[in-house]
Nanobody, 124 residues
Framework: QVQLVESGGGLVQAGGSLRLSCAASGRTWSTYAMGWFRQAPGKEREFVAAIRWSGDYTYYAGSVKGRCTISRDNPKNTVYLQMNSLKPEDTAVYYC?????????????????WGQGTQVTVSS
């Protein structure tokens, strides 16, 4: 089992920044990638960004590319999502997830463990 704890969400004005963190514990040695997804009210969960646990491979949704940066700290088993130039449409619950299946890091079906989510609200 892998446990994930997210932090860093909150309320921010449009144009502002937030940094989300996700700390993993437990059986993390099989991690292929970690990712961030988000779900807004009434909408399906969507991919935001992902990073492989080895090598310099990152993946971004088109809606956040250029505004968000995903990074990792392997010794701390922690992944970060730096979000800049936030927009009201970025408002959602953001979920961290661990992929140990290596199917497709941009799809939720590839992920095996999920955090509880952290709320991000961007006011206009």
């Amino acid at each position: 089992q892998v446990q994930l704890v997210e932090s860093g969400g909150g309320l921010v004005q449009a144009g502002g920044s937030l940094r989300l963190s996700c700390a993993a514990s437990g059986r993390t040695w099989s991690t292929y990638a970690m990712g961030w997804f988000r779900q807004a009210p009434g909408k399906e969960r969507e991919f935001v960004a992902a990073i492989r646990w080895s090598g310099d491979y990152t993946y971004y949704a088109g809606s956040v590319k250029g505004r968000c940066t995903i990074s990792r700290d392997n010794p701390k088993n922690t992944v970060y999502l730096q979000m800049n130039s936030l927009k009201p449409e970025d408002t959602a619950v953001y979920y961290c997830a661990v992929d140990q299946s290596s199917v497709d890091v941009t799809t939720s079906h590839s992920y095996d463990y999920w955090g509880q989510g952290t709320q991000v609200t961007v006011s206009s």
